[in-house]
């Protein structure tokens, strides 16, 4: 299916959507793309949000709006680990914002503050930070993955 514009009252649900993932999306004519039942929302061409089963934010927007909550840094060590799509293990998470709960989708950053990954967190903040072992987020979204070559 064809990228078209939506109602602003489906782009105000959309905005409100992303708020609820502590992001205040910029304003402007709002676009959806389909392929099968996933979608991808643009705006002003750029890719910001996909739509499947939840809403997953795209590291583009991360990376331009820089959220400061759902946040979880990790060491140099990690980084290209999670390029490749590998889930994020505690020991090599060096900080986590105090708002990530269990089953909370978050925001993966490296330690200079970049943007890598989206995932759906598998233990609270303190509990990942306290018990340093295990896996703590299964990855939604990383570059180059299947999401992004579906609506590119």
Do not use: W
Request: contains cysteine; charged residues 25%.
């Amino acid at each position: 299916m064809a990228r078209h514009f939506i109602s602003k009252k489906e782009a105000k649900a959309i905005h409100t959507n992303a708020s609820e993932l502590g992001l205040s999306l910029p304003s402007g004519d709002m676009e959806v793309e389909e392929v099968r039942k996933d979608k991808c929302y643009f705006i002003g061409g750029k890719p910001c949000l996909f739509q499947k089963d939840i809403m997953i934010p795209t590291i583009i927007i991360l990376n331009e709006l820089k959220p400061e909550s759902r946040t979880i840094t990790v060491d140099d060590g990690a980084v290209p680990h999670i390029l490749r799509g590998a889930n994020v293990f505690a020991q090599g998470i060096i900080d986590v914002s105090p708002d990530v709960s269990e089953g909370s989708v978050v925001y993966v950053r490296d330690s200079k503050g970049n943007y890598l990954a989206v995932g759906k967190a598998s233990r609270s903040g303190s509990d990942i930070m306290k018990d340093k072992k295990g896996e703590a987020v299964k990855l939604l979204h990383y570059p180059n993955d299947s999401l992004i070559q579906e609506f590119s």
